[in-house]
């Protein structure tokens, strides 16, 4: 009778613990297919709202604020490296005193020196940006030549002023070659 008793108490709770896995498997179930039917609802939903009007234009804004943007950035990083050409150009012409003339100004980048105490090797410092200048004239007096000559000295945009030693050979109608530099920083300004 006892062993009895044991196998009925054994049997109903094997049949209770499987009734309830059943019952949780079933509500699992349950559960994963009220999701699936609900995100189809969702997804029908979403779809509805990318396809009307408002949307749309919405959308075709973003798009055109975010290239607007991409071309404000491009403007932007071109004025901040612009070298001002014209205002070098207009400071040359405002040294060149009467009688002479210039037939001739060009420039090129100089090749730098990198910093051997820069981490990277290409660093440049902006100190060793410059760029040189050369320009050829005729000066009708050697008067005039000096005087263009003294206003480049005195030049505080331009550096180590290199002239020809020809410049010096006529007393008139003289042909003449300087060379000087400038920065990338006074450039720019």
């Known amino acids: 009778m006892k062993w009895e008793k044991i196998n009925n108490l054994l049997g109903r709770s094997i ?3 499987f009734v309830a ?3 949780f498997v079933a509500v699992f179930a349950f559960c994963i297919e009220y999701l699936k039917i609900e995100e189809g609802a969702v997804n029908v939903d979403l779809n509805e709202i990318r396809a009307q009007k408002d949307t749309q ?3 075709k804004m973003e798009t055109g604020l975010k290239q607007f943007s991409s071309k404000i950035n491009a403007i932007d990083s071109i004025q901040q ?4 050409w014209s205002s ?3 400071d040359i012409a405002a040294m060149i005193p009467d009688g002479v003339k210039l037939e001739s100004v060009s420039s090129y980048k100089e090749a730098v020196a990198v910093d051997p105490k820069a981490k990277e090797a290409k660093k440049k410092t902006a100190a060793e940006e410059r760029y040189v200048i050369m320009i050829a004239g005729n000066a009708k007096t050697r008067e005039g030549l000096l005087e263009l000559e003294d206003n480049l000295k005195e030049s505080e945009l331009f550096t180590g002023l290199e002239y020809d030693d020809a410049n010096y050979v006529e007393s008139t109608d003289i042909n003449f070659h300087y060379q000087f530099y400038i920065t990338k920083e006074k450039l720019s300004k």
């Open 15 to 17: 049949f209770s613990v």
């Open 21 to 23: 896995e059943a019952l």
């Open 57 to 59: 234009e919405v959308a």
């Open 81 to 84: 490296n612009h070298l001002g």
């Open 88 to 90: 070098l150009m207009e």
